[in-house]
């Protein structure tokens, strides 16, 4: 049966493979140069301490390659469902070949399994092949600037267990639809979905994220005053910011410019979704006139008489991994799910 | 081994609502070439599907060569199935599926699986999916031949065949079959080609056995009477009636006779196969090929 199944399985595997060792010859050709660049232009940089011209340039570099690294990464767990999962199955069902390969001198139960384990091997292989790759080339990007979270989808551990979360999946549906290309398309559906529903409401709350709560600051920036951010820092993941009231009723309306704020010619202000300020802000025109010391120091003021406090929830940067691992065995868990139900499927189910 | 190929009791299968097997009964010893006649839809197929486990029953209980259908490896290797249409992978080369079988049965015969093939003219190099129809189902057939199996099951295996090649199919097959002491199961819906290999018969009609048993005693116990309109409408003492029709001039009965027929009224006449068949298929009862303006029966 061992022989059988990868028989079957090697031409999509060939193709997978080819696929994929073509993105390592690419990163491999290329990143050689990233490194090289980074030691002879970032790294001595910080010495002259004027970084800022050489890392934008830096950045600039493989943009192309970059973009589609991770476009590649985000899409290949789906394309492994697609093309290795979803026909696992429906192919025999739809050709009849599953008469033939059911009344050989082995189970059902020893046909799908080993099929599952052989989808899985490859799939796992050539995905951590990928991952691996693709981190080690952006990992000069990352020295210059990381931006931790937002790789969070498509690099280290995640897109393996995505991946194989999305062939048990194509070879559930299969069995079920008894069609590939219906297969294919719930398959599409599916995965998409339950990635949605993880990455929007699981993973946020996976690890109770920490909260600081602290007096509402406005901040001057360089194009006027927003709310000042707490704690988190760089690479902390903010969750939820939000700005309540002493009483913990959250104050909606954005804070960028101001905006929760309506002051009249005369200076009578109201913050809206709170109340009425008790003192008048001192109004000049100009674009920035929130960015005056004496108007910043009066529409604290006002905040302060409100006791509006800023509350965030973020996860440190030190809980990336543990998240990585967590959503990884997640989702390793509901491929472990689904390929039972493969087994219970092709068993009791079929033909 | 007492067990017998083939066993069921109350063996049923249902599709949504539709019965397509119900309520079957019987039993075939081994040793026989078991013909499974019926027209299309009338649960051959189902039948011989539920026979290799590849379905599972709804109702009652199948038993093959002493045990439940794909029970376990060791059951399954002992039963060779030539599904209908001969389902092969078509990008796979004859090689590849004898490899397969080698692969997946524990008593394999590869000398004879190929030294069968090369005497058909079928190379191994071959894609499955260029071969004609003949070559499919002789690869069909020589996959399930070398698993070395006690019984063979054929699901209509020459229902795309011209005559010729089912002529040497069949051949083929019983030469094999007597060769290795195997039994077997066959579906057509031709009375001719199970007169031509079997030795046993099941009638499938609407979803449920007809009649079963062996070949020779069943033509041995049943009769044509062939009598005059006036004759009485009542059947004979001790026979069954299985068809009646009647022309113009003529009363004909098909009858199964639990005794020696003596019906002084009647001309007695001894049965084709065929003829048995079609009665118990009760399409009009009986073909009369030698009468001429014939009227249905009711």
Redesign the interface.
Known sequence: ????AW??LRTQAAVAALGVVGVLVALAVTGPYLLHDYDTVVAPCAAHGDCLAVTSYFQGLDSQLRHMCSALMLFSPVLFGIFLGAPLIARELE??????A???????T?WIATKLAQVTLVTAVLMGLLSAAVTWWQHPFDLVNSVLWLNFDWRDVVPVAYAVFAVALGALLGAIARRTLVAMAATIVGFLGVRYLVTEYVRPILIAPLRSSLPFRLQVTGTGTEAAIGPPQLNDWVVSNQIVTGAGTPVGGSWENLGGFSVKGNGKAVLSGVGRCPNRIPVSGGPHWHAIPATNAALQRCIDSFHLRQVIDYQPASRYWPLQWSEAAIFLALAGVLAAGCVWWVR?RL? | MSAAALETVGLGKRYLRRWALEDCTFRIPRGHVVGLVGANGAGKSTLLNLAAGLLAPSAGSIVVLGEQPARDAAQLARVGFVPQDAALYGWLSVEDHLRLGAHCNPRWDAVAAHARLAELGISPRQRAGKLSGGQRAQLSLTLALAKRPELLLLDEPVSDLDPLARREFLGLLMSTVAANDVSVVLSSHLVSDIERVCDYLIVLVDSRVRVAGEIEELLAGHHRLVGTRSTDDVAPENQTVIAASVTDRQRLLVVRSDGPVVEPEWVIESITLEDLVLAYMGQGAVRQVALPKTEAAP
């Open positions: 049966m061992t022989w059988l028989r079957q050709a009849g070949t599953y008469r033939l059911w009344t050989q001198g082995v189970t059902r020893r009791r033909p």
